[in-house]
């Protein structure tokens, strides 16, 4: 059984965290590219079905708290153009410690991927990033986003768990994320059955010659 399995349905519906996650940032993958920036995720809570408020401290060069609205948007196909089914969301700068008072525009609308999210879930040190200037009939080129990597020596995989716990319990990624696994285990069904069924065939021949 992995890590992610019975977590959604089993695990914490709580609608907020509190802690001291430290990661650093990354301008790229996170093992080929220089720290960018050090951080600390303090604490996050959901402010509405599918938006949560999170606090965080920049660390460099001196600490500087950081509240960040996040809206998860789509999880799935968007049904048009060349998006990939993909968690979607947009990210709001501000000012205030509850995010009641943020900037009207984004600074950055985006999506990451299942396996992203699922490694991030599976990992405590997983490297996890969102894709931003998302592809459209105008623009065709897509950025990724700086990525982010929690300090597995100082944080525990329970630890960050509970942290991607209130995010995905309480937007669309959980349900996401368990049809994914679902499907996968019925695919995973249906080719047992159709081994079993040639092996028996092959017996049956062998019987016969």
């Not at 060069?61 to 998006?83: A, I, N, W």
Request: hydrophobic share 40%; proline share 5%; net charge negative.
């Amino acid at each position: 059984m992995s890590a992610l399995e019975g977590t959604f349905s089993d695990g914490t519906t709580s609608g907020s965290w509190e802690g001291s996650l430290p990661y650093t940032l990354h301008g790229g993958d996170c093992d080929d590219s220089p720290i960018t920036d050090t951080a600390r995720t303090i604490a996050i809570k959901v402010m509405a079905p599918g938006t949560v408020c999170e606090f965080d401290i920049l660390m460099m060069p001196d600490p500087t708290p950081v509240y960040s609205k996040m809206e998860f948007t789509l999880c799935g196909f968007p049904g048009s153009g060349e998006l990939p089914d993909a968690i979607y969301a947009k990210a709001y700068n501000c000012a205030s410690s509850d995010c009641s008072d943020c900037d009207e525009s984004p600074e950055f609308v985006g999506y990451t991927t299942r396996a992203k999210m699922t490694a991030a879930y599976e990992s405590a040190d997983a490297c996890f990033g969102w894709t931003t200037d998302v592809p459209s009939a105008n623009n065709s080129i897509v950025a990724v986003l700086q990525n982010q990597r929690f300090n597995a020596n100082v944080v525990t995989l329970a630890e960050t768990q509970a942290y991607w716990g209130v995010v995905m319990n309480n937007t669309c990624i959980g349900p996401y994320l368990e049809a994914s696994r679902s499907s996968a285990a019925l695919v995973s069904g249906i080719n047992l059955s159709i081994f079993t069924t040639v092996a028996i065939a092959y017996g049956l021949i062998r019987a016969l010659i």
